[in-house]
């Protein structure tokens, strides 16, 4: 079946521009994550989704990023007034969250990111 | 709140040898563990998981983990390496808080390969 996907797979913008980054998740995933990674760095985590609900923000840099998920589907990843340190790949998971009891299943699947350089 | 530790950035092995890459982890109790690959230009692939019972779990690829809970590890390992698996190695660790899961992911070990 399809996979989680990411749009644009590559995007270069001017420096204050604002971007908006597409991620949609496997079909039926109820969480859904975002990931920022620096070149040659770990994973930062950005903002988790459980169905259209952001319980955790903690990870957003700062007021210039926001986050939104429509139909417990695809979500949205929004720069504003880009800096040139925002450059990096973000990354997009979604999980099932299933219980023990339904076969338990919280491994997260990948999409294959959003490059983003900002000049 | 749960972290991870891969101590080593870079691991070189030749090929044909045998592997083992560390994680270890910190939280109060059993969490759910996982291995992760990232080709280069990839996003991450799951190797293998550990929510419960036998502490060695086999995966894709060759690869095999040991749970260890007196060591908090959960390093992984192959027998004999090929070049393709030249890649970026990630540990992750989640757990159910408050009725969130966040996993953490370690910082990454690149593993080269020679010839």
């Known amino acids: 079946g399809a996979g989680v996907s990411q749009s644009p797979s590559n995007k270069v913008t001017e420096k204050g521009k604002d971007v908006e980054l597409r991620c949609d998740p496997i079909s039926g995933h109820t969480a859904l994550y975002w990931y920022r990674q620096r070149l040659g760095q770990g994973l930062e985590f950005l903002i988790y989704?459980?169905?259209?609900?952001?319980?955790?923000k903690s990870g957003l840099p700062s007021d210039r990023f926001s986050a939104e998920r429509t139909g417990e589907s695809v979500s949205t990843l929004t720069i504003q007034r880009t800096q040139q340190e925002d450059s990096a790949v973000y990354l997009c998971?979604?999980?099932?969250?299933?219980?023990?009891?339904?076969?338990?299943?919280?491994?997260?699947?990948f999409g294959p990111g959003t490059r983003l350089t900002v000049t | 709140a749960q972290s991870v530790t891969q101590p080593d950035i870079h691991i070189t092995v030749s090929e044909g040898a045998s592997l083992e890459l560390r994680c270890n982890y910190s939280y109060g109790a059993t969490p759910y563990l996982f291995w992760y690959v990232q080709s280069p230009g990839q996003g991450l692939q799951l190797l293998l998981k550990?929510?419960?019972?036998?502490?060695l779990v086999q995966g894709i690829k060759g690869f095999e983990a040991e749970f260890k809970r007196s060591q908090s590890s959960f390093n992984l390992r192959k027998p004999s390496v090929h070049w393709s698996d030249a890649a970026e190695y990630f540990c992750?660790?989640?757990?159910?808080?408050?009725?969130?899961?966040?996993?953490?992911f370690g910082r990454g070990t690149s593993l080269i390969v020679h010839p």
């Open positions: 989704f459980q169905g259209n609900s952001a319980p955790d």
């Open positions: 550990y929510f419960s019972g036998d502490t």
């Open positions: 992750a660790v989640g757990a159910l808080s408050g009725g969130s899961y966040i996993p953490t």
């Open positions: 998971a979604s999980s099932a969250l299933r219980g023990f009891l339904s076969g338990g299943d919280y491994e997260q699947y």
